[in-house]
């Protein structure tokens, strides 16, 4: 097999999907429900590092990385052995019946070095990122015994019934109703689209006390568990949480005695050029109280964790968190190894370097063509919002949705994000090659010119 690592994208097939993508994707329609979306063109046969080989023998690259799973890159050979060694000593071992030690290393690990308030720290885990999210929440509300959260316009916290409820966007959760109860929204610090004529500073305030009016509104304080805060919003448009903001909201959970939760799902794992966001949010004296994270923390296996200081998880009631597959071992195995490759291959500097490339080569577009209305990110977790017009921000979702499929047909996966389905998100494994990096780029200026010709 030739080395896939190190290729570039090259498209061999007349058209997308080639004959053998196209049957498969024909069983697919029959097989499984079309509410699953999937728009792409690709049947995956093999990856490694940023790329992808489909079963035609079509090769991409991935700057989507299976929506931030992939920050240590496809097939790593220490991530599969680790794999390996675990699978031939045993699948699973539920930790309500027996303990099995990879939960342990796992969990120390992460208390030696996840951001979170405190000096003691403990770490549970689940298997996905709503439901690290969801016991985030249950753990929020055993310790501090009070009913309600709040949550932000933008914000995206998975598909149980819970975080449907904690996610804005209703095209997640059309139909599904009732939802569970005690879930106040307030508005997100989304600057690009702050009101007109305020500064930075003016809006940061406005949001501020968008925020103290749920009080008034909606639940009084002392009734409220926790504040859930995406510090960059991922499927909400990749727009950070701007760290005066988060001071302020940090500010007023101490005043009510709140907990602060990162939902980190997205956004961890040195994709910020940082291990987490919170990295960044504890340098700046307002660290969360608890951190939700999945994604990359086992470059693929189906794992998510829960990190807060010790007297809040000690807090919790005994038998309401936990789950049969929670903390699988084989799971377990590959996050060690993910966090030593992230650690050994200084992927978080590697994650400055390439958000520093990506940034200028979209505001090298924005000089060009008229539609770029926004670059923004922390690190390589980077959101390039399209507009029809610069003065009035009117949102581009046409163009993106031509964009996502011009660029797959050349062999680039690109994904939109956004409340206006109008931004293009960079997720691409921090294992990139340069070359690789560049012809991407070169893909992406084609196909939007392409697609404005068009
Ligand atoms: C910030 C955030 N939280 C939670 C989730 C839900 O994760 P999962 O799909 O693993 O349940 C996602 C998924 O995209 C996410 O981006």
């Known amino acids: ?44 046969n093999r990856g490694e590092g940023a790329m ?20 240590a890159g496809y097939s790593q050979p220490e ?20 303990t099995h030690e990879n939960y342990i290393t796992l969990a120390e690990m992460m208390n030696e070095f996840m951001p979170v308030r405190g000096e003691k720290k403990k770490t549970m885990f689940a298997n996905s990122g709503a439901e690290a999210d969801e016991n985030a929440v249950k753990i929020a509300k055993s310790y501090t015994k009070r009913p309600n959260i709040i949550v932000f316009s933008g914000a995206f916290h998975g598909r149980t019934a819970l975080t449907m409820a904690m996610t804005s966007k ?19 610090p989304y600057l690009y689209r702050a009101p007109k004529g305020f500064t930075e500073e003016e809006a940061i305030d406005y949001y501020v006390k968008r925020l103290e009016a749920v009080f008034e509104e909606c639940s009084a304080p002392d009734y409220v568990a926790a504040i859930v805060v995406e510090p960059v919003q991922g499927e909400g448009g990749f727009v950070p949480a701007p760290i005066e903001w988060v ?5 007023i959970c101490d005043k009510y005695g709140i907990l602060l939760v990162a939902d980190e799902v997205q956004s961890g794992w040195g994709r910020s050029g940082k291990m987490f966001v919170s990295d960044y949010w ?16 086992a470059a693929g296996m189906p794992l998510s964790a829960v990190t807060a200081r010790a ?29 030593k490759f992230i650690k050994k291959n200084d992927l978080c500097a590697r994650a400055l370097e390439i958000g520093k490339k990506v940034e200028a080569f979209y505001k090298g577009l924005a000089e060009k063509y008229p539609v770029v209305g926004d670059v923004r990110g922390i690190g390589a977790m980077m959101g390039t919002e399209f507009v029809k017009d610069l003065k009035t921000k009117e949102p581009y979702p046409e163009l993106v949705t031509k964009l996502v499929q011009t660029t797959a047909r050349k062999g680039l996966i690109i ?27 070169k893909i992406m200026e084609e196909s939007l010119k392409e697609c404005l010709e068009s």
């Open 1 to 44: 097999m030739s080395e896939l690592r190190t290729a570039l994208p090259e498209i061999k097939t007349e058209i997308l999907p080639g004959p053998k993508a196209k049957a498969i994707i024909e069983r697919r329609k029959e097989a499984m429900p079309g509410a699953i979306k999937c728009n792409y063109p690709i049947v995956i």
């Open 52 to 71: 992808v080989e489909d079963v035609d023998g079509n090769i991409f690259l991935d700057w989507v990385g299976g929506v931030g799973v992939l920050n």
């Open 79 to 98: 991530m599969i052995q680790a794999v390996k060694d675990q699978s031939e000593k045993y699948f699973h071992a539920m930790m309500n019946i027996m």
């Open 170 to 188: 209703k095209a997640y959760a059309y139909g599904m109703g009732p939802m569970p109860d005690g879930v106040y929204r307030a508005e997100f």
């Open 247 to 251: 001071k302020a909201v940090r500010g």
């Open 282 to 297: 504890k340098e700046a004296g307002c660290a969360p109280d608890i951190i939700a994270t999945a994604k990359s923390i």
């Open 311 to 339: 007297e809040i998880m000690d807090g919790v009631t005994p038998g309401t968190i936990g789950g049969t597959f929670c903390g699988n071992a084989v799971a377990c195995a590959s996050a060690i190894e993910t966090i």
């Open 415 to 441: 994904e939109s994000a956004g409340t206006y389905n109008n931004v293009v998100r960079f997720l691409c494994p921090l294992v990139v090659t340069d070359e690789q990096l560049e012809a991407g780029f």
